[in-house]
């Protein structure tokens, strides 16, 4: 009896298999009717490539289907798309496409490999009033300018959550590069987050935004802010972590799928234990460190100065630099 019943659920995994490799439109995918294939496209899963990236029971929320349905869909959909291994010469190919965003010094821009990378999140970490919030504005304009002046000629969505955005800052910035200070603002989409949650919502919702909108730029001042106040003690660190762990993972794929930069701030503590030496620790840990493709800590110099230390690259050495926020931007 039960080599029977063996029997049978291998041949519905070798149907499965078959429907897979068929698999075009989301009602192909086993388990995927109508009505479910309309609430997966509300909630921005209308391709395979996001359906395959997705956990079961992501799915199965989002879907309102069994776990074990949402594991067949899955599977199907990482069948569909061929996943697998390809060699690093075509990954060389594609990294062809990838655009970078100048930052106004020169400096900065070598200290980057050239500017802010799209399919990448770049996070600078560092003490109040050291320029992490300036490079953010800066890099909201700068995209709009044509690739051959340092942009992407695309838009930004910008998440504030400390209410430190200034569209007369940024208008300022846009008029010093010549572009027209009203026209730049209407291409700077603002949301203002309220809570660690509605920060969450804001990127998992905006395929649609950067499609329609043509973004090329996400600016997050400040990535941790709300994560740091509303996860208080080591009892809440665990939940705290695996949060920001998925907020950083929506980022990483929002950036993958559409080519796009992701800019973050981040706020910083002092370490006690520190006795000599620099006790400037950036909030997040491990997680954080991990999954920042370029991490740059700020530091405040005499007057306008500051200096830009990379702290960690794939493929850039550790380095420094200086440059300056002056009310034309951020200058060498």
């Known amino acids: 009896m039960a080599r029977e ?8 995994a070798v149907d499965a298999q078959k429907v897979v490799k068929k698999a075009k439109e989301l009602t192909d995918l086993p388990g995927i009717g109508e009505a479910t294939a309309e609430k997966l496209k509300k909630s921005g899963y209308d391709e395979f ?6 956990s079961p029971h992501e799915l199965a929320e989002v879907a309102e289907i069994g776990v074990e349905t949402a594991k067949k869909a899955i599977a199907a959909a990482r069948d569909a798309l061929e996943m697998g291994y390809e060699s690093a010469d075509r990954i060389l190919e594609r990294r062809k496409a990838i655009g970078r965003i100048d930052t106004g010094s020169k400096n900065l821009n070598d200290l980057l490999g050239g500017g802010v990378e799209t399919q990448a999140i770049t996070e600078a970490f560092g003490k109040f009033s050291s320029g992490k919030s300036q490079l953010g504005f800066q890099l909201a304009v700068s995209v709009q300018r044509p690739v051959e002046q340092g942009g992407l000629g695309g838009n930004c969505l910008f998440i504030d959550t400390e209410s430190t955005f200034r569209p007369e800052r ?6 010093a590069m010549g572009l027209d200070g009203d026209e730049a603002l209407k291409n700077i989409f603002v949301a203002k987050a309220v809570n660690s949650d509605h920060q969450m919502i804001l990127t998992e919702k905006a395929e649609e935004l ?5 973004i090329r730029v996400v600016v997050i001042d400040s990535l941790t802010s709300y994560f740091r106040a509303e996860y208080l003690g080591r009892g809440a660190l ?26 973050v701030t981040n706020q910083v503590m002092d370490d006690p234990s520190i006795l000599f030496g620099d006790p400037t620790k950036p909030i997040g840990g491990h997680v954080l460190a991990h999954l920042a493709t370029y991490r ?10 500051r200096i830009a230390r990379l702290v960690d ?11 300056r926020v002056c009310p034309d931007g951020v200058r060498d």
Request: aromatic fraction near 6%; charged fraction near 35%; hydrophobic fraction near 35%.
């Open 5 to 12: 019943k063996k029997e049978a659920e291998e041949e519905v």
């Open 49 to 54: 490539d996001r359906i395959a990236a997705s």
């Open 170 to 175: 940024v208008r300022q910035l846009a008029v």
């Open 210 to 214: 950067v499609k329609e909108k043509n």
């Open 238 to 263: 665990g939940e705290r972590q695996q949060k920001l762990n998925r907020h950083l993972h929506t980022l990483q794929k929002l950036a993958n799928k559409f080519n796009i930069a992701v800019y």
């Open 296 to 305: 740059l800590y700020f530091r405040k110099g005499k007057e306008e100065k």
């Open 313 to 323: 690259s794939p493929s850039m050495p550790e380095g420094e630099c200086v440059f």
